[in-house]
């Protein structure tokens, strides 16, 4: 058994509706149960920084699916909504990613063309580490807190954390 942490985020259109519906398709799924939720943030773009903010969230998914199969099935939840892949890290009506994943409770590390998990910026970006924060407080990668490395990134970046999201 397969839990997949997902990271689920926009800054097209109608964002929450986008997130919403894709939360909704998985819940549906008889081969996903939806196991957490975090509550939606309003985020700055990270990477490339000329376009909208976010919203984003995340949320902890079981299944027996593995890495590739999970992979498809968010990967139509995008094509679904529309998804473009224009520029890089550029703005998109839905972008689902596994972060991170555990097998059997431990860590799952995977690699493919495809897909690599965990993802190989997840600890670097608070659009997904505060959500993550929430559902998992107690979270450690590498040796770190999650509220640390949270921490850690706010002074990197030079702001606080009302400056980085808002409670949606």
Not at 14 to 27: G, M, N, P, T, V
Not at 37 to 65: C, D, H, V
Not at 129 to 137: G, I, M, N, S, T
Request: glycine share 6%; net charge negative; hydrophobic share 40%.
């Amino acid at each position: 058994m397969y839990n997949y942490y997902i990271s689920a985020g926009s800054n097209q259109g109608d964002s929450r509706a986008y997130i919403e519906e894709a939360l909704a398709s998985l819940q549906k799924d008889l081969a996903i149960e939806v196991k957490s939720i975090a509550s939606m943030i309003e985020t700055r773009p990270w990477g490339y920084t000329k376009q909208a903010n976010f919203l984003n969230t995340l949320w902890i998914i079981q299944s027996k699916l593995g890495p590739e199969l999970m992979l498809a099935k968010l990967q139509a939840l995008e094509n679904e909504a529309g998804r473009a892949r224009n520029i890089h890290w550029g703005p998109r009506t839905l972008d689902l990613d596994i972060v991170y994943a555990l097998k059997e409770g431990k860590e799952l590390v995977y690699g493919s063309d495809d897909l690599i998990v965990p993802h190989p910026y997840f600890w670097d970006r608070l659009f997904v580490l505060e959500p993550l924060a929430e559902l998992v407080p107690y979270f450690t990668y590498k040796g770190q807190l999650i509220s640390e490395r949270i921490e850690a990134l706010q002074k990197e970046l030079g702001h606080g954390n009302t400056d980085e999201k808002e409670n949606t």
